[in-house]
């Protein structure tokens, strides 16, 4: 079947506008994704560095010692 230079013309058209479009949407994807990544290495740095803080705290308190001398 062959077709009309109008039809193949046509044709090319939309092939060109739906490339662009989706390339668009990958752009917009990429993008989305990057910022997925980077919110989720903030995250995790801020919670490494809350389980730093936590463990430091627990270095630092004394423990505390039984009273078995007491009154009784």
Not at 31 to 55: F, G, P, Q, V, Y
Request: hydrophobic fraction near 40%; aromatic fraction near 2%.
């Amino acid at each position: 079947m062959a077709l009309s230079t109008r039809m193949l013309a046509l044709i090319q058209k939309i092939d060109a506008a739906d490339a662009a479009h989706f390339a668009k949407l990958q752009e917009i994807a990429k993008k989305e994704s990057d910022a997925r990544a980077r919110t989720l290495e903030r995250r995790l740095a801020n919670l490494r560095s809350a389980r730093a803080r936590i463990a430091e705290d627990n270095n630092r308190r004394t423990p505390v010692q039984s009273c078995d001398d007491g009154p009784g």
